[in-house]
């Protein structure tokens, strides 16, 4: 990507992740792939794999009228990447700061499962796409104080 340091948007990284599951594929390929999650038109995926192009994610090949991507990232240098930046924002860094979180509040299935609810009243509260965080940070500190999530 020309920004090493920058993740794709959600909705870029759906489409990396239909291509990398797809292998390659044209854009009625991705979306379908892509609305198994989330319902998108043909033109708003044509334009999503069309950014991810010019920013050197995907590459395409000309197929009879259209294109055909494949993604030009490795998804496991993507993981990485966006963890180093998970780890730089939210623990300063450092790895061993991140186990003791993880040994004093483990990941179990409860937890996962609010943390869900929480995105889930984010998106309503957001459903402009801004990606608000604070409404997710929001509904995620209700569900762990309350322990039976967010009132909505």
């Not at 334009?47 to 994610?57: F, M, Y």
């Not at 990485?80 to 483990?106: C, M, N, T, Y």
């Not at 997710?136 to 999530?149: I, M, N, P």
């Amino acid at each position: 990507m020309a920004k090493e340091r920058e993740l794709p948007p959600p909705l870029e990284m759906a489409c990396l992740n239909a291509l990398w599951e797809l292998g390659e594929g044209n854009v009625e390929e991705v979306r379908v792939c892509v609305s198994r999650s989330k319902p998108l038109a043909y033109t708003t995926v044509l334009t999503l794999l069309d950014r991810l192009s010019r920013r050197g994610a995907v590459s395409r090949r000309k197929e009879g009228r259209g294109f055909r991507y494949q993604p030009s990232i490795d998804r496991d240098k993507l993981r990485r990447l966006a963890l180093g930046q998970f780890l730089d924002h939210h623990f300063g860094g450092s790895v061993k700061s991140l186990r003791i979180f993880l040994e004093v509040e483990p990941v179990t299935i409860e937890n996962m499962e609010k943390l869900e609810t929480a995105r889930a009243v984010s998106a309503v509260a957001g459903a402009d796409g801004s990606g608000d965080s604070s409404a997710t940070t929001l509904a995620w500190t209700q569900a762990t104080e309350t322990g039976s999530g967010p009132e909505t």
